[in-house]
């Protein structure tokens, strides 16, 4: 079994263990957002700006890992197109639920996000990525192939862990991790991962994200810090993850 199918069974199994992330949104919520009243997350705490989007109304949006019927609603009852591709069944299970519920289409594809995108170039306006990134060996690739199905103009939202949660014990009190952390080339790694049913999980720098987005072609515009919401780190205000708006520009 390749990583990407145990990154998929484990989640699926998180997801039935209640995981806060495979949770989808209720009617109450889907009803406020078609009045105007919403707000998504890319990371853990901190919801995104909503001139991060502009008016969705009739833009395609793809929602990359970002399955579970939490924000694809929200954009669907904002009047965005959507499609929302995932590696989950569980997590897609919950977008066809939540769409039958409230009565609005949406394009669901079960996808690997390391293999390329299954999608036409220039097909959307916007992708909302939200932390998933930390599932998979290489980011570069990922970025690339968002830059190609983006149209000129198009915005790319995403979500990224920096390498922090990778460094420290479980309690966030010690520093005890070489980087990369990278259970496919560190066993010890590897076996931590196993023993606390984590899923196969990667570290990646900052430089190596936000670098990744400019080599693909994509300027930065706009980006914000975030914490895990709980925990030691989250005690310390010590910043987690990051934000980041970028477009890809005219030529």
């Known amino acids: 079994m390749n990583y990407q199918d145990i990154n998929a069974e484990t989640i699926d199994r998180w997801i039935e263990e ?39 109304k009739g833009k395609r949006v793809l929602g990359l890992a970002s399955g579970g019927g939490q924000q694809m609603p929200i954009f669907a009852a904002l009047g965005a197109v959507c499609t929302v591709l995932d590696y989950s069944e569980r997590q897609l299970q919950s977008e066809r639920m939540v769409a039958q519920r409230e009565g609005y289409d949406i394009r ?43 149209r000129q103009g198009g915005v790319l939202l995403c979500g990224l862990a920096n390498e922090v949660n990778y460094l420290v014990d479980g309690d966030e009190r010690a520093i005890v991790h070489t980087m990369p952390f990278n259970p496919l080339h560190n066993e010890e790694q590897r076996k931590l991962l196993e023993d606390e ?21 994509f300027v930065l515009t706009h980006l914000y810090g975030d914490t895990n919401g709980e925990g030691r780190l989250e005690e310390l205000h010590v910043e987690t993850y ?10």
């Open 18 to 56: 209640g995981w806060e992330w495979g949770i989808p949104i209720d009617h109450d919520t889907y009803a406020a957002a078609l009045r105007g009243e919403w707000d998504v997350l890319l990371t853990p705490t901190k919801a995104v700006p909503h001139a991060w989007f502009g008016d969705l």
């Open 108 to 150: 669901i594809v079960r996808a690997d996000m390391t293999k390329p995108l299954p999608f036409e170039d220039g097909e959307f306006d916007l992708i909302f990525h939200p932390v998933s990134n930390s599932y998979i060996e290489e980011v570069a690739p990922l970025f690339k192939e968002c830059h190609r199905v983006l």
């Open 197 to 217: 049913d984590c899923g196969m999980q990667f570290s990646h720098s900052v430089e190596e994200q936000i670098g990744s987005q400019l080599a693909a072609g």
């Open 242 to 251: 990051l934000a980041t708006r970028a477009v890809k520009m005219t030529l």
